[in-house]
């Protein structure tokens, strides 16, 4: 796996074996940064990262000079090997949270720019994230909830939903405070 822009493009990280994750492609991941890149100023906007896995998403954010990201992940050997790798390439804006996402938006006071959610795509209650991320208010006025998924959800009904990207079986759903506006 590897870092595909900003400052750490092209660095490399190795996670370990058997941990229960399912990384963003790095073509999904350019097409995503693409769209972000347009839409938002990354030296001034707080990220929040649920399900971190392996990082992935958080690097990139820190590469392209984003000063605040909060990851969150429930499994003790991602969230470890997140903060070995937060340390190893002095990625000090990376907060990490090792506990359950759900739990993590139920008691979030913060508010956040961009929040990406990257769940297993088996997750039983997957579809209700949007639900939990806008019943909690976590997004921050013209922020973007952006939710991986594949192309056995669709999120168009949604009141929040705002566009959608493909990119193959990947799929990034966004959802805004106000999609009329």
Known sequence: MRIIGGRLKGVRFEPPKNIPTRPTTDFAKEGLFNVLN????????????????????????????????????????????????????????????????????????????????????????????????FEFDLVDGEGWFVLEHNPNHNFENHPHFYRSRNYGTTIFSVFVNNPGQ
């Not at 804006?93 to 508010?111: E, G, P």
């Open 38 to 133: 347009n839409s938002f100023n990354f030296d001034n906007i707080k990220v929040l990262d649920l399900f971190g896995g392996t990082g992935s998403i958080a690097y990139e954010f820190a590469s392209r000079g984003c000063q605040d990201i909060t990851t969150v992940e429930i499994f003790p050997k991602c969230a470890s090997f997140i903060k070995k790798t937060v340390e190893e390439h002095q990625l000090n804006a990376i907060k990490v949270l090792q506990m359950d996402v759900f739990d993590f938006i139920k008691t979030s006071h913060q508010k956040f720019d961009v929040i990406f959610a990257g769940p297993p795509y088996p997750l039983p209650n997957l579809k209700s994230i949007p639900d939990f991320i």
